[in-house]
């Protein structure tokens, strides 16, 4: 799918995308940030970086982070749509059953 | 370091520093470790190639250049590993794997990351993890996925199925991107790390070692893999919803007998493989 939402020219130029992907290793939803080589995966449901390859929030350009925060429904409505079987907005419990 | 060599420094140079010949382009900035080789420097750089040496053909032209200049190494010589971004002439090939220990993209059908990211991501540390090209068979129904290391991954289409909002793999508008971190298949994209972790059991048992110990448990790898699967709680006949459960949350021993071998089956792996999970 095209990336579910569209970073501001300059950062993109810094090599800053986001993406939900299509075929992913299924585990907890999350969200794939890229700049240029380096790759983050951040939960949907937490917003913790995800280990691995781990993260910081500091490691990140605080536009982007602000972005992401503004667009995060969008973020999860994108994984919903993507992979319904292991949605965002209902997390399985560990005690649901 | 990262050079461009004329021939007069290539004769005179009898070291070369970089593992990585990028042979018919025009790029200037390189990464370290690689050497931008001029047509007339080849064959001199040929000569002292080690064997472990890496040479990136960007052009047809560039890859005969590559094929005369191994004819001047003593008989029986290899150069390495080469890589052709485009097709090499095909009665060219036959020449061209006697003279490299591997060669790459050596037909047509190929797709390959864009040259300025392809050349960071085979010199990169993690080479083995990305993609940097490949090819799609239609009739065999598989995609060749080349990694950073020129290693090459099967995968068969089947691998890719429709997402979640009912976008279709097409297989015929394969291209990457993101420094071989992503594989587009049109409108649909997978990421590198699903299929490696799918499809190459040593990246997995590497993935899974990173993990925290508490991870680590029969109880875990079950549930990440009843998720990947797509499977519920209440997908395994004859296996209570429950037992899942705990068996998820190691409030039980790890299971064994007939509950083991349903649990296996309807995953669709061994019972001994659950684990690598």
Known sequence: MPDPIQLPKKLRA???KVKVYSRERVEPPHLTLICREKAWRIGLRDSEFMVPPGGRWRDIDPRVRAILEEHWQTLCDAWDEQHPTNPVSSEEDENDV | MSRTLTRTQAAKSSQHSGRYVLVGSTMRKVPAGFVVCKLPALAALVREAPRNRVFISSRRSS???????????????????????????????????????????????????????????????????????????????TLALVRGNLSTLVVPFSAFGKSGDGTEPDFGGLSFAD???????????????????????????????????????????????????????????????????????????????????????????????????
């Not at chain 2, 110990?213 to 296996?239: H, M, T």
């Open chain 1, 14 to 16: 810094q090599g800053w």
């Open chain 2, 63 to 141: 890859t005969d250049e590559l094929l005369k200049a191994g004819l001047t190494l003593p008989r029986g010589g290899r150069m390495g590993e080469l890589l052709t971004l485009e097709p090499p002439r095909p009665e060219s090939v036959p020449s061209l794997c006697g003279l490299f220990e591997r060669v790459v993209g050596a037909t047509t059908g190929y797709s390959w990351l864009p040259i300025e990211e392809l050349v960071n991501v085979v010199s990169g540390k993690d080479a083995p993890d990305r993609f940097i090209g490949g090819a799609a068979d239609h009739e065999g129904e």
């Open chain 2, 179 to 277: 420094y071989g971190l992503t594989i587009g298949l049109g409108e649909y994209e997978a990421s590198a790390d699903g299929i490696l972790y799918d499809f190459d059991a040593a990246y997995r048992q590497r993935l899974n070692k990173e993990r925290r110990q508490g991870e680590r448990s029969f109880g875990a790898s079950l549930r990440r893999l009843r998720l990947q699967r797509g499977l519920r709680r209440a997908d395994f006949p004859g296996v209570n919803p429950k037992t899942i459960a705990r068996i998820e949350r190691s409030e039980v021993e790890r299971p064994h007998g007939k509950t083991l071998q349903t649990i296996a089956q309807r995953l669709g792996v061994g019972a001994d493989q659950i684990e690598s999970y």
